[in-house]
């Protein structure tokens, strides 16, 4: 059977966590795609979905603007499962009515269970509360014909309800949510018990799917692949290479904005340690050139890829007949690249959006529905050793993002040897494999120091070290006071022209990852 054969689709209505039910939902082996909520049913209905997710939103259902979805939809037979501004856009839809909440609920709450077949089956009912996740300042007045509460909390006598005849079912709280101790017993009784699933999204699954659609995809013809040394495009070297051996030829081009060293290591492992055919490129002065006087990061991340474009044109040329370029695009990628409510997208991803129309290459992007914890393990399945699997991710545009304002070749000075020291530190504390991702940025400003009695005038360094799982989300690592202390002093001290060193405590969302 198609690992795509069984697919949930999540309707996005502009949720913070919609990312972290599509994780819940995959981490049962079970695949789904996020569609945005307007998406047409002709479109839904084709990919023959086993269940449907209508996630929340920060919107209100009787808004005059607020997003809906089709009618139709509730007249289909599919399992529906609504969540939060879900639960109350199917009640809307469906002849109900959502009121504004004289006690909003925020935070933790107490569930009661009424009926424990459907989504609580298995769970405990009666007088046993269980701790669930809220955050909701509407509350449903009246329930659609047909529906029936199947659990209550303190301030919402429909915390959860079910239709009786139609596979219908809403919950107030959120599953996705690791505070809702319930959560995948929900997601997996839906899933499973409801949509009727089974767990058949495993990697060695995806390996065999996609080496098939590559192949039949490629045929005889030749391939190029982005290489940068990173988890994304190794993995993509290795499944394609498996796909049609010596037809790939990757290329790994210096852009002049890696980490000190960074190139010449990954250079050799490629050639020690693969039997992939690697072509060296060095064109670091090229993207100084194109990035010479550029400030506004879309535009960087714009020129870094239409750079790398180029320069993969021009090698493909020397190659002969090229038909095909292989990238890395991951899931998140997409995601933030795409507007789900308004015309401005999260951030552009030099990746994503296609090829310039010049551009003769057709795209192969196998690992564009993975999350990043997904393409590690699937690169442990290909026999990708752990050194390469397990560095912490490093954007495509390199430095270059991590520079905020103008990238000089003195500005990559500073911050390569500042990010140096971040890692070395990171990496002799035991730290560096705990944490997703932790690197310097230089800031545009200099601030006031004095060094040796003298005033200085110099540049500030920003460390940032997150925890996350899929890069959708993200929390800022307590990395303990006396690690900061080391980096700081040794930043200061060692790189010239840094007088001044913060820690950022942000996490995603409302920041994102990178700052640029």
């Not at 925020?106 to 077949?117: H, N, S, V, Y």
């Not at 310097?440 to 997150?466: C, F, H, K, S, W």
Request: hydrophobic share 40%; aromatic share 8%; proline share 4%.
């Amino acid at each position: 059977m198609n690992i795509h054969d069984e697919i949930i689709v999540i309707l996005d209505f502009g949720s913070q966590t919609t990312q972290l039910i599509a994780r819940r939902i995959r981490e049962q082996k079970v695949y789904c795609e996020i569609l945005p909520f307007s998406t047409d049913l002709e479109v839904i209905l084709a990919k023959k979905p086993k269940g449907i997710v209508l996630s929340g939103g920060p919107a209100s259902v009787y808004d005059s603007d607020a997003p809906l979805c089709g009618n139709a939809l509730f007249e289909m037979d599919i399992p529906i499962l609504g969540i939060c501004y879900g639960a109350q856009l199917m009640v809307q839809q469906m002849g109900g009515s959502v009121e504004n909440a004289d006690k909003r609920e925020f935070g933790k709450a107490e569930l009661t269970i009424q009926l424990t077949d459907g989504l609580f089956a298995g769970l405990e009912t009666g007088e046993y509360k269980h701790q669930v996740w809220m955050s909701h300042g509407d509350r449903v007045k009246e329930m659609p014909e047909g529906f029936v509460t199947s659990a209550t909390s303190d301030n919402s006598i429909y915390a959860a309800f079910r239709h009786d005849t139609k596979p219908f079912s809403a919950v107030q709280f959120h599953p996705e949510v690791a505070h809702t101790l319930i959560g995948t017993d929900v997601l997996r009784n839906f899933i499973f018990g409801i949509c009727g699933c089974s767990p058949n999204w495993t990697m060695h699954s995806f390996i065999e799917s996609n080496v098939e659609m590559i192949r039949n995809k490629v045929g005889s013809a030749k391939v190029i692949c982005a290489l940068s040394g990173g988890v994304d495009s190794s993995v993509t070297a290795a499944i394609v290479h498996r796909a049609i051996g010596d037809q790939l030829t990757c290329i790994y081009v210096n852009n002049g904005l890696m980490r000190t060293g960074e190139s010449e290591s990954i250079l050799r492992f490629f050639k020690e340690k693969s039997k992939l055919k690697v072509i060296d490129v060095n064109a670091e002065e090229f993207f100084l050139g194109e990035l010479e006087g550029i400030v506004d990061p879309e535009v960087k991340r714009r020129r870094i890829g239409l750079g790398f474009i180029k320069i993969f044109e021009e090698q493909a040329a020397k190659l002969g007949e090229v038909d095909y370029l292989a990238q890395g695009t991951l899931y998140p990628d997409v995601i933030e690249s795409v507007s789900f409510r308004g015309d401005v997208p999260i951030k552009s991803h030099h990746n994503v959006g296609g090829l310039p129309e010049v551009m003769k290459l057709d795209l192969i992007e196998p690992l564009r529905e993975l999350f990043k914890d997904e393409v590690r393990e699937l690169g442990l399945e290909l026999g990708l050793p752990e050194e390469a699997i397990y560095r912490q991710p490093f954007p495509g545009p390199g430095l270059g993002i991590r520079i905020m304002g103008e990238v000089t070749a003195e500005r990559l000075r500073v911050l390569r040897q500042a990010d140096v020291i971040v890692l070395e530190e990171m990496k002799k504390s035991g730290l560096y494999r705990q944490v997703w991702q932790s690197f310097a940025v230089l800031l545009p400003i200099q601030t006031v120091g004095v060094m040796g009695d003298y005033r200085t005038y110099e540049n500030v360094i920003a460390i940032r070290a997150v925890d996350s799982k899929d890069a959708m989300t993200a929390d800022w690592s307590r990395l303990p006071y006396d690690i900061l202390q080391i980096i700081s002093g040794r930043i200061i001290n060692e790189v010239r022209g840094v007088n001044r060193v913060v820690y950022d405590i942000s996490s995603k969302p409302p920041s994102t990852i990178e700052w640029e």
